[in-house]
């Protein structure tokens, strides 16, 4: 049976697994840089997932060493996709018209992001 000394060595265990989390990264891109950039991270997430601009700006994607695309939501306004595997490489999208435009990773369907465009 458990004894109070095995069950507090198995928290501690579990606690210093959590711990080990934070060190994840490394290599590619950290702090998306300022400005209208969207960086798809080789977290597997666009950051930030929403972007707000103003109409005629253009947006910038980042992509690090792990390979993403972008693919819009079919809609009046959209820019051109970015498709193919882009890694280490940044390319521009210029927004024209306001609207709310949706995008995805499709090598990672759960990557999802929005520019705002007002
Ligand atoms: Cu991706």
Redesign the pocket.
């Known amino acids: 049976m458990l004894t109070l000394k095995t069950r507090l060595g198995l928290l501690t265990l579990v606690g210093a697994l959590l711990g080990c989390g934070s060190t994840y990264g490394g290599g590619g891109i950290v702090t998306p840089p300022a400005g209208n950039t969207i960086a ?1 991270t080789d977290a ?1 997430v666009f950051t930030p997932a929403t972007l707000t601009v103003n109409a005629g700006q253009t947006v910038t994607y980042t992509f690090g060493s ?1 390979p ?2 972008v693919f819009f939501n079919a809609q009046t306004g959209t820019p051109a996709d970015i498709p193919g595997n882009n890694s280490n490489v940044s390319i521009d999208r210029q927004f024209t018209m306001p609207g709310s435009y949706s995008f995805s ?1 499709h ?2 369907p759960s ?1 999802h992001g929005t520019v705002v465009v007002q």
């Open positions: 798809a597997i792990v993403h695309n990773c090598i990672h990557m």
